[in-house]
């Protein structure tokens, strides 16, 4: 059964950083392409960094020079570094596979996500 269990988040200031942490089951992460989400309140969940099987990596616009996505696929985990954070990064995150491929019986499976917040 797919697990992806996310953690690292917190209240920090603007400016500040912190480090996300997603483990996942299996072989998921030497297996697939895999993404950072993020979603804030009433806004829909968008992608904000990918990194493939074989370490290239992506980011969203609003993300590009502040955040790091990198790969352990020894540890099955994947992580987030964020640098000078800004009160609209404030949302969920979560990891999953990029596209998502897992389901649930809701749907796409998802995990339970990190609460971030910027707010000083």
């Known amino acids: 059964q797919v697990q992806l269990v996310e953690s690292g988040g917190g209240l920090v200031q603007p400016g500040g950083s912190l480090r996300l942490s997603c483990a996942a089951s299996g072989s998921i992460v030497s297996i697939y392409a895999m993404g950072w989400y993020r979603q804030a309140p009433g806004k829909q969940r968008e992608l904000v960094a990918t990194?493939?099987?074989?370490?290239?990596?992506n980011y969203g616009d609003s993300v590009k020079g502040r955040f790091t996505i990198s790969r352990d696929n020894a540890k099955n985990t994947v992580y987030l570094q964020m640098n000078s954070l800004k009160p609209e990064d404030t949302a969920v995150y979560y990891c999953?596979?990029?596209?998502?491929?897992?389901?649930?019986?809701?749907?796409?499976?998802w995990g339970q996500g990190t609460q971030v917040t910027v707010s000083s």
């Open positions: 990194v493939s099987r074989g370490g290239s990596t």
């Open positions: 999953n596979t990029d596209p998502p491929v897992f389901r649930s019986t809701s749907g796409t499976y």
